[in-house]
């Protein structure tokens, strides 16, 4: 109330009007929106994981084993022997201080 002529301050008629079940609506549209979106996306990647190329399990470790049986490692010994002037692990040059190679 204006102290000096005893009106209300005049309102601007642009301002917005509540009505209270409008946002929940629309709020609610969002959410299912979103979730619709959601579902789409999860739908779409089963179908990319439905067209990769499957393995039996049998295969897989039949696989598995010839590869482990025909490439040596050499860092594990006790199966391959000592490793040979062949080993990637052995520094090369350089200074060697507590598993640091230093060139």
């Not at 959410?31 to 739908?43: G, M, P, S, T």
């Not at 399990?57 to 391959?80: F, G």
Request: proline share 7%; net charge positive; with cysteine.
């Amino acid at each position: 109330m204006n102290s000096k002529t005893g009106t209300q301050p005049h309102r601007s008629l642009n301002c917005l009007v509540y009505v209270p079940g409008i946002i929940n609506i629309m709020s609610s549209k969002k959410n299912v929106d979103y979730k619709l979106q959601r579902i789409l996306d999860h739908n779409q990647r089963l179908r990319e994981q439905l067209d990769l190329p499957r393995v039996r399990v049998s295969q897989a470790s039949s696989m598995l084993i010839k590869y482990v049986q025909s490439t040596k490692d050499y860092l594990v010994p006790s199966v391959w022997g000592p490793a040979g002037p062949a080993d990637p692990f052995v520094t090369k040059g350089g200074i060697s201080c507590g598993g640091c190679l230093i060139s």
